[in-house]
């Protein structure tokens, strides 16, 4: 049972345009929902996150937007680097469960120059 | 660097066979968590100790196990290796049972491969 969903495995995308990148989750008691980066051969790291009482947060570059309704999630990137080319996990967490951190499948993200 | 060590970075070893990977979270952190990443995939969650209890496990196979010590360092015993346990294994720390917002600190993680 995949709780967390990225249906797209990759993405590809011209320098300087904007990266949308989604991820859907099924479990309504998700409190907070969080992007990470993958470079090959480093671990996660931490990107930006959003609570569920919010519908969006901007850090730079990078927003998250949160549909509750349609338990979507999606990160954009603008505008978009060659350095942020990198596996993108979304990951989300419930209070009532510890913070658990459950993960998407992840998306290759491709900016060309 | 994140603060969070994995040793070995990489780990060759036959089908059968028994390793030991080991993880010193970052300073603060009691929490510690095991995932694994299997050929491009997802990143499946293992087991979580905290300050040296077991707190969650997630789809941890019988032939795994883990234990935190009382430094908080953390080791995950892989016994019994099979081709198909070749994967990247991540260790993540966190000051307490996950802080919401701010997830987790992975480590670079280590790479086994069962031949």
């Known amino acids: 049972d995949q709780q967390v969903k990225q249906n797209s495995p990759s993405l590809s995308v011209q320098e300087g345009r904007i990266s949308i990148l989604n991820c859907d989750y099924t479990n309504s008691m998700f409190d907070y929902f969080l992007w990470y980066k993958k470079y090959p051969a480093e671990g996660p790291t931490f990107l930006i996150s959003i609570s569920s009482i919010k519908d969006k947060n901007e850090d730079g570059r990078f927003t998250v937007f949160l549909n509750k309704s349609a338990k979507h999630l999606s990160l954009h990137i603008v505008p978009s680097q060659p350095g942020d080319s990198a596996v993108y996990f979304c990951a989300a967490s419930a209070q009532n469960a510890g913070n658990m951190l459950t993960f998407g499948g992840g998306t290759r993200l491709m900016v060309k120059p | 660097d994140s603060g969070v060590t994995q040793t070995p970075k990489h780990l060759i070893t036959a089908t059968g066979q028994r390793v030991t990977l080991r993880c010193s979270p970052r300073?603060?952190?009691?929490?510690v968590y095991w995932y694994q990443q299997s050929l491009d995939q997802g990143l499946q969650f293992l087991i979580q100790?905290?300050?040296?209890?077991?707190?969650a496990k997630g789809n941890i196979l019988e032939r795994f196990s883990a234990q935190q010590f009382p430094d908080l360092h953390s080791e995950l015993n892989l016994s019994s290796l099979e081709l198909g346990d070749s994967a990247l294994y991540f260790c993540?720390?966190?000051?307490?049972?996950?802080?919401?917002?701010?997830?987790?600190?992975f480590g670079s993680g280590t790479r086994l491969t069962v031949v």
């Open positions: 993540a720390s966190s000051v307490a049972g996950g802080q919401g917002l701010y997830g987790y600190t």
């Open positions: 100790y905290y300050n040296g209890e077991e707190r």
């Open positions: 300073s603060g952190d009691l929490s």
